[in-house]
């Protein structure tokens, strides 16, 4: 019989339970030959251990067991950081400076994240639920992620959970969320005093789970329609996967000119200036979103730039208040601002 990983993971919790294991877990490669698996499955079985807080894995040592008074003590400061992504947060340009700004924060209040990394399909951004697997009685951070699916499952849960950084539209879900309303309003009315009035928008117009996704699309339209009659062949619908600027850039130039873009997310910049330079526009003007540091595009460019760290900063001071106890404000909000990029920004500040 060839055992799947939840089963694998139970049977590890009773043998630790039962004392079947007293000291160390068998390696992984007796482990994979029990349960007639390979030893991926086994670690990611044994990492789901790692994180409930019932085993530890030492170098030279092995896979420890936790004493029962150790994991009692330990489990109140445990948080689990529900992130969903294509790419390693701990490396990603939007979601790192998040991650240190709360992690120091934390940690500080003697709090221990523990990373959760859900999978979504890459199409439709929807969770893959099959996949969700949470720790019980464990408080939850949340980034990123707005589905109602996974935020029921947390309710139903009775642990204190907070979300960052879209605006959900629930009010009784505590959030912090980055504004970027006036920012944007203030980057179209930049490019319009430069004479522009073709100005074509590169990011998401439609959720499927969440309207404040499309914060930036709603803003840059409302903008836009002040000065002009919306011309739609100006605006690309893309999600935010890296690598996704050029075909929608592309697609944009195919059916119209512009004389300005405005890109709703930063890491799609190097593949839209790429494209505007072979079709000979390189000279126009160009706004992304987030104020990322990007070498591949000009260092002192004009950006909407949110305060990423402040928001980690903020995201794990509120949520220490709520684990003490204390009232907090269901939606907190960080404005974004605009202006031409500091080299040594990081997100935080702006010219």
């Excluded at 994991?71 to 969903?84: C, F, R």
């Excluded at 439609?206 to 919306?230: D, E, H, M, T």
């Excluded at 404000?329 to 500091?342: D, T, V």
């Amino acid at each position: 019989m060839q055992y799947k990983q939840p089963e694998i993971i139970e049977t590890l919790e009773k043998r630790i339970a039962d004392g079947t294991y007293k000291t160390l877990l068998p390696t992984s490669k007796m482990l994979a030959e029990e349960f007639r698996v390979n030893i991926k499955t086994v670690n990611k079985a044994v990492a789901r251990l790692v994180r409930r807080g019932l085993v530890v894995r030492k170098r030279h040592v092995g896979t420890q067991v936790v004493k029962k008074d150790e994991i009692s003590a330990s489990v109140p400061q445990l948080v689990e950081v529900l992130y969903e992504g294509f790419t390693a947060i701990f490396t990603h340009p939007f979601w790192s400076d998040i991650w240190d700004g709360m992690v120091s924060e934390l940690s500080r209040h003697k709090f221990r994240p523990v990373l959760n990394m859900l999978n979504s399909d890459p199409e439709t951004g929807l969770l893959k639920t099959d996949d969700i697997s949470l720790l019980p009685g464990i408080s939850k951070i949340v980034l990123g992620i707005s589905e109602d699916r996974l935020l029921n499952m947390i309710k139903n849960m009775s642990v204190h959970f907070i979300t960052a950084c879209d605006n959900i539209d629930d009010p009784d879900v505590p959030q912090v969320y980055f504004d970027m309303r006036d920012a944007i309003s203030e980057a179209v009315e930049y490019l319009f005093s430069l004479g522009c009035s073709r100005i074509a928008f590169i990011g998401s117009t439609g959720s499927l789970v969440n309207p404040g996704n499309i914060q930036k699309y709603r803003s840059f339209i409302k903008a836009v329609q002040k000065r002009c009659k919306l011309d739609s062949k100006l605006i690309c619908n893309i999600r935010p996967l890296a690598g996704a600027g050029r075909a929608a850039m592309e697609t944009m130039l195919a059916r119209t000119t512009c004389d300005a873009v405005f890109a709703a997310y930063d890491h799609h910049l190097p593949d839209i200036y790429e494209v505007l330079e072979e079709h000979g526009l390189s000279h126009i003007p160009v706004i992304g979103c987030d104020g990322l540091e990007i070498s591949a595009v000009p260092a002192n460019r004009y950006a909407v730039i949110s305060p990423r760290r402040a928001c980690g900063e903020l995201l794990a001071k509120s949520f220490v208040e709520m684990m003490q106890g204390r009232d907090i404000p269901k939606q907190q909000s960080l404005r974004a601002g605009f202006g031409r990029m500091n080299v040594n920004s990081s997100g935080q500040k702006y010219l």
